[in-house]
């Protein structure tokens, strides 16, 4: 009976085999196709062979070594085997879908947390464990999959759940650097920026409020009473709304001001040659832009002004101008301690022509500056960062061909620039053609600048003009403690000397700048 048992287990076994194995022998491929590429991204005699597979028999090893075979050819891609029902019975489809794989060329630099203004977040409120867990990525080829579980958890930590990730080019080849922005849903400040003194031109600063939402869009308002930027002093208001997303940020402005002009602008225009620009009382302005973040150092904008002014003379009238812009920026390092340091950008408005308008002009200008820090380090504390020293060129050059209006003509003479001169010495109607140059040393105690430049219009002679400036840094000589000596520092006062006048008065001027 046992034996009789054993004989029929043994029949139903082979039965089943052979039942199985007639199942597989059926399943044949109907088409192959491959995803995620061209084929013709692979080499002739491999798309042969996956060709090749059509008709036959779907064989799983095969069709394993095909796809090696495709990973061995195109290195940066990874290549994997699905299959899906044929069109008849007992048929199916190979596909060979290939994607491409960051993991076997990348390795992981460095990590770093953000804000949504992309400001490091120097000290989260993490775990040390999460902490340990995100260090363990660096210096390992980029896991997709392990990047997001750390972004979850970031999100779980610190109650956020707008954490995103991205990932930005390394300083070594082959390296990148993942980044987690943690926005605030909503988020609102306030600063008080590019206040100053200049013994000439007295006081200018800027109020401005803004409120941002997750980081992707924003509202802003100035309030301004500045004579350091143009030729005028301008008084008033700006409104601004942005909204950005992954490398595009568009922007719209409102801006209006009143300009009050120097008594030496108002005798050089009570004076000036006919055809020279004309001064107006208010400047309205709308101004849309669009950013391109084309990498994470280099943006164009794109935008149009259109600027309504209510001129002065020869009686109150009303004039339009209307420009599009167009400004390339730029700026790196040579290392990841930022040792070496560029930045530049050019600029150009163009307005009339098609645009229409009351002038007809075109306006371009080139900046570059390079630093050295030969003291750099890679992770530095702040007392040293304020403790380093640092070398700095810069030079600027600007043209500008027909009648271009007040606010877009070069001027040099500022809290910045030609720091021992006036502007309404050097050009009080400003000019056309500008070139400047300077060098500055900057010392845990002392900055120590050299300036040269000249300001002119087309036919005139060129007049080079020099100065130096001294900027004692009171926080560090006192050795004030971090907050008053970083406040004490700032408001050092800076002694300019013009060095080619024949009646020499130094220019004190305190902070300042854009």
């Not at 997709?144 to 995103?164: C, F, G, P, Y």
């Not at 988020?187 to 008080?192: A, K, N, P």
């Not at 002004?305 to 109150?316: E, G, H, I, K, R």
């Not at 406040?487 to 013009?498: H, K, Q, R, Y």
């Amino acid at each position: 009976m046992r034996m009789k048992l054993r004989i029929l287990l043994l029949v139903i076994g082979i039965l089943a085999g052979c039942s199985i194995a007639f199942a597989q022998a059926a399943a044949t491929i109907e088409k192959t196709e491959i995803s995620g590429i061209s084929e013709d991204k692979l080499s002739a005699g491999l798309r042969a062979d996956i060709q090749a597979l059509q008709g036959k028999a779907y064989d799983e090893k095969v069709a394993a070594q095909l796809a090696e075979r495709i990973q061995s050819e195109l290195p940066e891609f990874v290549a994997t085997t699905t299959t899906s029902p044929g069109t008849q019975a007992g048929n199916l489809r190979l596909v060979f879908v290939v994607a491409h794989n960051i993991n076997a060329k990348y390795l992981v630099e460095s990590i770093k947390l953000e804000d949504e203004n992309h400001n490091e977040l120097v000290k989260p409120k993490i775990s040390d464990e999460l902490l340990a867990d995100i260090q363990k990525m660096v210096g390992h080829p980029v896991d997709d999959t392990e990047a997001d579980m750390i972004r979850d958890r970031l999100a779980t930590e610190l109650k956020n759940k707008h954490v995103r990730r991205s990932v930005a080019k390394g300083e070594m080849p082959d390296h990148v650097r993942i980044v987690y922005q943690a926005p605030s849903e909503n988020s609102i400040g306030g600063t008080f920026n590019a206040a100053g003194y200049h013994s000439r031109q007295k006081f200018s600063g800027t109020v401005s409020g803004t409120y941002t939402r997750l980081g992707y869009m924003g509202v802003r308002v100035d309030a301004s009473n500045d004579a350091d930027k143009l030729i005028e002093r301008f008084a008033g208001y700006k409104y601004g709304a942005w909204i950005e997303h992954k490398r595009l940020r568009l922007e719209g402005k409102y801006s209006s001001y009143r300009a009050q002009w120097s008594n030496d602008t108002l005798y050089a225009d009570a004076h000036s040659a006919a055809g020279s620009p004309t001064l107006y009382r208010l400047r309205d302005t709308i101004e849309p832009t669009l950013k391109v973040t084309i990498t994470p150092k280099v943006h164009a904008t794109f935008g149009y002004l259109n600027s309504l002014l209510q001129m002065q003379s020869p009686v109150l009238h009303f004039e339009t101008v209307r420009t599009v812009t167009g400004n390339l920026d730029y700026s790196f390092s040579t290392s990841s301690s930022k040792t070496h340091q560029f930045s530049g950008s050019y600029d150009i408005h163009v307005a009339g022509d098609v645009l229409g308008g009351a002038q007809s002009y075109t306006r371009h200008r080139f900046d570059q500056s390079y630093s050295f820090s030969p003291n750099s380090k890679d992770h530095p504390s702040f007392k040293e960062i304020l403790d380093q020293s640092r070398l700095d060129f810069s030079i600027s050059l600007g043209r500008i061909t027909g009648s271009a209006p007040m606010f877009e003509r070069f001027s040099l003479g500022n809290s910045q620039t030609l720091t021992g001169w006036s502007k309404y010495e050097i050009a009080p109607l400003g000019a056309d053609r500008m070139a400047y140059a300077s060098m500055a040393f900057r010392h845990k105690y002392a900055e120590v600048h050299y300036n040269a430049g000249a300001l002119w219009d087309e036919a005139q002679p060129i007049v080079l003009r020099n100065s130096i400036g001294v900027k004692p840094k009171l926080g560090s000589i006192f050795h004030a403690p971090g907050p008053i000596r970083i406040v004490l520092d700032i408001v050092s006062p800076t002694i300019g000397f013009p060095l080619t006048h024949s009646n020499a008065h130094p220019i004190i001027s305190i902070g300042g700048g854009n």
